[in-house]
């Protein structure tokens, strides 16, 4: 008898298992790695081997070997943050942001108590505080009008609003699109029909412009709330849709089990259906999520500038006008645009591992 196989482990052991394991896979591990090489190596050589890290305006930039122009964007990095948010009140800004990061991680880091209670304070103390200290007026706070606020403040405060309106919002359309009531059914089909048919830059010129006609006694409604209410109505028709598909997922004996043990149709779809829903809709969530977030820069056509709106003004400046400009902004929004997805969509995968888990055991 053959003694037991030892199974090996380590990077060389995965490499032959998942790389090179057969001719085919071998030819073409190397191919994606000649691709990958031949978009970065040139990527590399002019962000960092090329790149300009210093300097007081764009002379240096301005060579004919000089990369990335660096400085543009340290020199920048207020603008881009915070917008025209005054200098003397950011630390308002970074309140809010620190806040913000505590609760989430509050929520998010296993093991931690009484996450109940921090996601009733996320939901209800942490966005009337965050509104009151951005927009001051109360407490000795100096009044910053939104048409201030700019850059990364903006873009993360429309897609915060925005995911966290819309989900309740979708899950309800959702349900009523398969209600048995045909009022309800129609309303809600109806609803999610013409706003996913509609594109986003009319949605933001319709709220910003028929919006006030809806407020009584000819008053007038912030910009930045108009530009919410367009993305809130446009985001929770493909919330809606998401969720629809994973309700369609559940299997019609879950909701018969649900019914023969006494519960009524909330009880069934609070209880039941709805969390099972919510765990198959996690990828179609979170991909409408990221869209929400990259989205936000359409906010330029109604007069704000969001992230990707200051790296372009950097690049329509004369003091720092030169070839490699324009690029080094739009790589560096990028980027963030890039972490902020890659992190929800990652932390949003480990959920569906450890759901499924559970489901599966």
């Known amino acids: 008898m053959k003694p037991p196989k030892i199974a090996s482990v380590g990077p060389v052991r995965w490499m032959q298992e998942n790389l090179f394991s057969s001719p085919l896979n071998t030819i073409l591990t190397i191919l994606a790695v000649l691709i990958v090489y031949g978009v970065l190596a040139p990527l590399i050589d002019w962000a960092l081997v090329r790149g300009v890290f210093e300097g007081s305006d764009a002379t240096p930039c301005r060579t004919e070997t000089a990369g990335a122009c660096w400085p543009a ?20 800004p970074d309140l809010v942001g620190l806040l913000g990061v505590g609760g989430l991680a509050w929520l ?16 209800t103390v942490y966005p009337v505080l965050a509104a009151l200290l951005l927009l001051g007026g109360v407490a000795g706070l100096a009044p910053v009008s939104t048409q201030d606020w700019g850059g990364l403040l903006l873009t993360l405060v429309i897609a915060a609003t925005s995911i966290t309106l819309s989900f309740p919002l979708g899950v309800l359309l959702a349900l009523g699109r398969r209600s048995d009531l045909p009022a309800v059914r129609w309303v809600s089909t109806a609803f999610i029909e013409f706003w996913r048919g509609v594109p986003l830059i009319t949605v933001l010129f319709l709220a910003g412009v028929l919006l006030p006609l809806f407020v009584p006694g000819g008053q007038s409604v912030d910009h930045l709330v108009r530009a919410l ?16 598909g994973g309700l369609q997922a559940v299997p019609p004996g879950q909701v018969e089990a649900a019914k023969a043990i006494g519960l009524g149709y909330w009880g069934a779809t609070s209880l039941i259906v709805l969390p099972q829903a919510l765990r198959l809709s996690i990828p179609s969530l979170v991909n409408t999520f990221c869209g929400i977030i990259k989205d936000t820069s359409l906010v330029a056509i109604i ?21 490699n ?33 559970a489901q599966g055991r």
């Not at 998010?108 to 996320?122: I, T, Y």
């Not at 209410?229 to 629809?244: D, L, M, N, T, W």
């Not at 690029?327 to 969509?345: D, H, Q, R, V």
């Open 229 to 244: 209410a367009g993305f809130v109505i446009f985001s929770s028709a493909y919330v809606a849709e998401a969720v629809r």
């Open 303 to 323: 007069a704000f500038v969001d992230l990707l709106g200051q790296v372009q003004k950097i690049g329509q400046d004369a003091e720092w006008a030169s070839p």
């Open 73 to 92: 964007i340290t020199e920048r990095l207020g603008t881009i943050f915070y917008g025209k948010y005054p200098l003397e009140e950011r630390w308002r």
């Open 108 to 123: 998010m880091v296993p093991h931690v108590p009484a996450k109940g209670l921090a996601m009733l304070l996320m939901l």
């Open 325 to 357: 400009t324009s690029a080094t902004g739009y790589l560096f929004a990028g980027a963030i645009f890039w972490a902020l997805c890659f992190g929800l969509s990652r932390y949003a995968r480990h959920w569906e591992r450890k759901l499924g888990s």
